[in-house]
């Protein structure tokens, strides 16, 4: 059965960190790129980071470049995103996905489309 399963959420500071991490089967992990999006109350899903099967090529959302830091162990096949500086517009269900390549293209790397396969989500709250 294909799973991806977060953890690492919770509530945390204005200013504060956390990690995120995302567990995934053999099968769908492996030669992906693996990327995370996050969606807040009443508003759309958006892309977060994505970082391809090697971690050559990584991509950050100018909301969280600077701040956040996405990386994996393809040996524990798990993909993690470091938050620091959190701040309260970064509270959200953040989820992680499997892009369909093993790098993400350019053009689409942010769109939903590109990901075939969802995790769960975790809530991340940031309180002011």
């Known amino acids: 059965q294909v799973q991806l399963v977060e953890s690492g959420g919770g509530l945390v500071q204005d200013g504060g960190s956390l990690r995120l991490s995302c567990a995934a089967s053999g099968r769908t992990f492996s030669g992906r790129a693996m990327g995370w999006f996050r969606q807040a109350p009443g508003k759309e899903r958006e892309f977060v980071a994505v970082i391809s099967w090697t971690g050559s090529t990584i991509y950050y959302a100018d909301s969280v470049l600077g701040r956040f830091a996405i990386s994996r162990d393809n040996a524990k096949n798990t993909v993690y995103l470091q938050m620091n500086s959190l701040k309260p517009e970064d509270t959200a269900v953040y989820y992680c996905?499997?892009?369909?390549?093993?790098?993400?293209?350019?053009?689409?790397?942010?769109?939903?489309?590109?990901?075939?396969?969802w995790g769960q989500g975790t809530q991340v709250t940031v309180s002011s």
């Open positions: 996905a499997a892009n369909k390549n093993g790098v993400p293209y350019r053009g689409s790397y942010y769109s939903g489309i590109m990901y075939d396969y």
